[in-house]
């Protein structure tokens, strides 16, 4: 028989799984309607896999990262922000050839 936390367990798993392949899906798509679309189910599965873990945590099956501090969020957005004006120009740098 099928515990309940491994029922919530394998749902939280299969939401982390579909919010990658939503993710994915939109990435890819050149259809603007389909894009909008598959980010609007992508955030549906986000939403609903916190409040699957919210579940988890409570009943004690699931143990979240403790909280980012100011400083470690300010660190992460400023090498993601120098990454992203580093290779801001890289795409004039390329050309098609066929």
Do not use: C
């Not at 259809?31 to 004690?60: C, H, M, W, Y």
């Not at 909280?67 to 120098?82: D, G």
Request: net charge negative; charged share 20%; proline share 3%.
């Amino acid at each position: 028989m099928i515990s309940e936390r491994d029922m919530v367990m394998d749902a939280l798993e299969t939401l982390k799984h579909e919010i990658v392949d939503l993710t994915k899906a939109a990435e890819e798509t050149s259809d603007p309607q389909l894009r909008q679309a598959l980010i609007q189910f992508r955030n549906q599965a986000e939403q609903t896999q916190l409040e699957v873990s919210q579940i988890a945590s409570q009943k004690g099956w699931y143990v979240s990262p403790p909280k980012a501090s100011s400083n470690e969020i300010q660190s992460v957005k400023q090498a993601y922000e120098n990454i992203l004006s580093a290779t801001a120009g890289a795409g004039s740098h390329f050309q098609l050839r066929v």
